[in-house]
Each structure stands twice: as C-alpha cells, then as structure tokens.
C-alpha cells in the first residue's frame, strides 16, 4: 500500500544518463569502463608529440603563459606522457561557471594521476572552431540581493570565434557593466583590471578567452590549447584528409549509434543528414558551413553551385590549416587523435555525444579514452549560507524543488506539517485497518478501498500545497528570503554553475579568494562553497 505524502511529490527521480553511464548500462556504446583510468592511461598515442608540444610552446609564448604551464608543455615530450582534457566554447567573461569548474576537475584528476615517470597534464581545449556565437555572446552577472544582469557583445554570425577580431568597445562594454553592477569596490577594480589585461592585446575573442584562463590558472598548470592557431591545426590535416575521402562512414556510425539509443530509450544528441559530412568549410572571410556530399564531390552549405572536389578541399589546407574543422561528431575524435588523452572531463551534455561517437574513433584508428563526469559546484554567497542554515538545507534541495522546499519551510514554521504529518499518519493507520476488514468481508473491495485511498493521496497532497502557497502570501518575509535564495541559486530558473559568469563573484569577493576556494573542488561529484568578503 502506498504511504500518504508528507513532503513534496512521492515519485522517485527519473534516472539520468550520467546515472545510466555511471552504472556500466551503456558500456556498449564506449570503449573504456567508467572510472578506467588505467585504461585510459594505457591508450596508444597517434599523435606525433614532438609536434605537439612545440605548437603548444609556440601558443604559451604569443600568450605569456605561466612558467608553469610552460613546463607542462615540456613534460609532454615524455615518452609515457599522457593528459587529462577538458575544454568549453569561448564565452564572454568565461561564459557560465561551469567552463572554469571544468578546468578545476582536470586540474584535480590530472594531480591524482600524475607521477614523474608517467606525467600527466591538465589540458583546456579552447573551443575555439565553433561559430554559434548565441552561445557565447553574452554573459550573467549577479549583483547584490540577486539582482541578474545579462551582458551581450554583437559578435558576427556564422564566423567561429577563434577568427572574430576583439573590439575595443567590447572591453569597455564589459568595464561599464562591472562599475554599474558593482561600484567601485576594490574586487570589482580588481575585475576592471584583469578585463584590461586580457584585452588589451587584442587578438580574436578565443584569445580573449584563453588569456583569462591562463592568467587565472596559470600557475596551476593548466595547459590552454587553441585549435584554431595554425600551428596546431596543421597536426589536424590527416585526419581530415581521410575524412574527405570517406565522408559517409562517420555520419553513418553516428546515426547508427543514436538508433541503439533510442531503441534503448534515450533520445540522441546528434544526428546527421544523408548528405551531410562532419566537417564544416569556412574558405576565405566567408562564413563558417557545414560541408555536404554532392554525388562525387562536395558543396558548402547553401551554395549547392559551387562542387568541390576532395583535393580541392585538402588544397585549401595548405594556406590555410584551419580552412576545414571538425562537426561535433569529429571533434572529440580529432582531440584524442592529436592529444595522448587518458581522460576527458565531460559534462552531462557531452557524454551524450561521445555515446554516438565510438565508431567515428574506429574508422579513424582512434581509441576512445576515459570520460570522467566532471565535478559540480555552487557558490554560497553569505546571505545565500544563512538562509540555508536557518532552515536546514542544503543548495542541492533548493534547485531540486524550490517549491517544494519553500512550502515544506512554511509549514513547519509556522506548526502546520505536524498536524498534516499527524492526519497522514491517522490516515495510512485507517485506510489499513479498512482494507483488513474488507478482506474478510468481500475480497473484491479491496480494488475500491485502493483507489479511494488513491484519491486521499492525491487530495493530502493538494491541501498541503495550498496551504503552503497560503501561508507565503501571508508570511511576505519567509517567501521573500527563499525568492532571495532561488535568485542567488536557481536565477533564471536554471542552476547557478550553468547561468552565472565566475566574473560576478570575482567582482563581489575578489580574484584570489573565489579561486582559492574553487581549489578545494574534488575531481567529481556536486559541491557547495561558501565564499565571503
């Protein structure tokens, strides 16, 4: 029998993919075990590493990275050296937190692993051939009391971010917003100034990006990897070359991949058309297009006129090493091919696309590497860990079911979940000494009796939500803290790490200290960090 609800509603969490990933249901569709990391340790290398490190090299010196890092890119010349990689599109401010929790969960692994004779380093993967400028044109600061502002720069359409020139009117755009949200406090000159820094320079809005990654992390190690410089896109041309020569093999894995997804119940992240490649073209100042198949050639997305041969397209490598780039369904198989990886730091989202990837990885001769689900964390501002303790709750409660957690604190407040607990209770005692007599009685009441207690369920359930929304319109103070609360932890409805800039709490408590406390992330799991002035 059923138990009367005493909190929010009863049914349990449909399982996650991560979930699904983590329990080894999906191994099918990978070639490494979750949590194989001497698998991944074990994974041969195609790349040519003497190759690597020195355009690796060549892109810490036009940065002025850390010594650190410099010598990370040394320590890949090693013959067991392998990298922990993780990597993010380049957004405005670092875009959401999550980028630079990303790096913090490789920074961690990759320490765990780590031995003299075996080096492993932290790489980020700067996103840097992606062109869906919606994704990274904009930025989300919090000010005080929660207050959201969203920053937007008009970057151009259609043009990966690695090739659009840094404005100088974007570096002011993003001081004004600062001095605005945040005044003249010494974090949010501190954040003026580390804007400057990274910006004056100029260069692309992926230099941008990667210079604050390395100002930031730099003396951690974190080696930051720009696939569009051209030094390290010529190390591409082989891999793209064969794609060129087979262009319907990968799409078909892919598509085949995302069929025994479905059949399994999960929907695919990707998908490719009959004539669609995974490579896009961008030839000249033209805009960045997906390449598809036209008979024994191949035509640019929209412009079906112009064929193409497939020496034709290798040519245009030639001037231009960075003139054909990966589809999301080649990217990862490119980075592991180019990269000695042990392990990539993913997201929820990108496992799903490495599920449909693995014969993608086979075609080229790649083996997969470990993935690691990267760690997870919320920041707690003072106000923020206050109101959580007065209540007894945590963040993770909160994003869960901010309704809920919010009606649940109302009704004990103020005296009303014991007395629904106490009816519930009497309830469930009734309803089992009802359905006990009925047995003896009629065995064919028992169907009835359940599903009148069905419909008590469902009333209790009822009642107890109203009363709370009742009793949160009468307690203004109570609702008004929790609406603090889901702004500083749910703003806009969405997670703090997927929403909110690292710049917005840089600006509050300054650079060092937030880093600091993001230093004590773990390499996986979800985390709460209270931060203070």
């Known amino acids: 029998m059923p138990s009367l609800p005493t909190g929010g509603d009863p049914a349990a969490p449909t399982p996650s993919f991560l979930d699904a990933y983590l329990r080894g249901d999906l191994n099918a569709f990978?070639?490494?075990?979750?949590?194989?990391?001497?698998?991944?340790?074990a994974r041969p290398y195609p790349g040519d590493r003497e190759a690597l490190a020195d355009a690796l090299d060549a892109q810490a010196v036009a940065r002025g990275d850390h010594e650190a890092q410099r010598r990370n890119v040394?320590?890949?010349?090693?013959?067991n050296a392998s990298v922990v990689v993780t990597?993010?599109?380049?957004?405005?401010?670092?875009?959401?937190?999550?980028?630079?929790?990303?790096?913090?969960?490789?920074?961690?692994?990759?320490?765990?692993?780590?031995?003299?004779?075996?080096p492993v380093v932290p790489v980020f993967w700067v996103a840097s051939q992606d062109h869906d400028v919606g994704e990274i044109d904009h930025a989300t600061l919090l000010g005080p009391d929660g207050v959201r502002r969203e920053v937007a720069l008009d970057l151009p359409d259609a043009r990966p971010s690695g090739r659009i020139a840094w404005r100088d009117d974007w570096t002011a755009c993003l001081r004004d917003a600062v001095a605005d949200l945040y005044g003249a406090t010494g974090p949010a000159q501190e954040v003026q100034a580390l804007i400057d820094d990274v910006a004056g320079p100029g260069g692309t809005v992926a230099d941008v990006f990667a210079r604050t990654l390395s100002r930031l992390l730099g003396a951690d190690g974190l080696v930051v990897l720009d696939p569009m410089k051209p030094e390290l896109a010529r190390t591409f041309a082989p891999w793209l070359r064969r794609e060129l020569e087979a262009p319907h093999v990968g799409p078909a894995a892919i598509n085949e991949a995302g069929e025994a997804l479905r059949a399994a119940g999960w929907t695919p992240q990707l998908g490719r058309a009959a004539d669609a490649t995974n490579l896009f073209a961008q030839h000249g100042d033209g805009p960045r297009r997906l390449l598809r198949v036209a008979g024994d050639g191949f035509h640019l997305d929209g412009d079906v006129e112009?064929?193409?041969?497939?020496?034709?397209?290798?040519?245009?490598?030639?001037?231009?090493?960075?003139?054909?780039?990966?589809?999301?369904?080649?990217?990862?198989?490119?980075?592991?091919?180019?990269?000695?990886?042990?392990?990539?730091?993913?997201?929820?989202g990108e496992l799903k696309y490495f599920a449909q990837v693995r014969g993608v990885y086979a075609h080229h001769g790649v083996a997969m590497p470990t993935l690691h689900?990267?760690?997870?964390?919320?920041?707690l501002e003072p106000p923020a860990a206050r109101i959580l303790a007065r209540y007894?709750?945590?963040?993770?409660?909160?994003?869960?079911?901010?309704?809920?957690?919010?009606?649940?604190?109302?009704l004990r407040l103020h005296g009303a979940a014991d007395a629904f607990e106490t009816a519930a209770a009497r309830l469930e005692t009734?309803?089992?000494?009802?359905?006990?007599?009925?047995?003896?009685?009629?065995?064919?009441?028992?169907?009835?009796?359940?599903?009148s207690e069905a419909s008590v369920v469902t009333t209790v359930r009822r009642l107890r939500t109203k009363t709370g929304a009742a009793l949160a319109r009468r307690d203004r103070v109570t609702h008004q803290q929790f609406a603090r609360l889901r702004a500083m932890l749910l703003p806009g409805g969405a997670p703090q790490e997927r929403v909110v800039s690292p710049f917005a709490y840089f600006?509050?408590?300054?650079?060092?200290?937030?880093?600091?406390?993001?230093?004590?992330?773990?390499?996986?799991?979800?985390?709460?960090?209270?931060?203070?002035?």
């Open 74 to 79: 040394r320590r890949l010349r090693h013959a």
């Open 87 to 118: 990597g993010q599109q380049p957004g405005v401010l670092l875009g959401p937190m999550y980028a630079l929790v990303k790096a913090f969960s490789a920074l961690a692994l990759a320490a765990r692993l780590d031995r003299d004779d075996r």
């Open 430 to 451: 009734d309803v089992a000494d009802l359905l006990e007599a009925v047995r003896g009685v009629d065995p064919t009441l028992e169907g009835p009796v359940q599903r």
């Open 507 to 533: 600006a509050k408590f300054g650079v060092a200290p937030v880093l600091q406390r993001l230093r004590t992330l773990p390499e996986s799991g979800a985390h709460e960090l209270s931060v203070d002035p």
């Open 373 to 379: 689900p990267r760690t997870r964390a919320t920041l």
């Open 306 to 348: 112009a064929r193409h041969t497939a020496a034709e397209l290798a040519a245009w490598l030639e001037d231009d090493p960075a003139a054909l780039t990966p589809a999301a369904g080649l990217r990862p198989t490119l980075q592991d091919a180019i990269l000695p990886t042990a392990a990539v730091v993913v997201g929820p």
């Open 392 to 410: 007894g709750l945590d963040a993770a409660a909160v994003q869960a079911d901010p309704d809920g957690v919010e009606r649940e604190a109302l």
């Open 30 to 41: 990978f070639d490494v075990a979750p949590g194989d990391v001497d698998a991944g340790l």
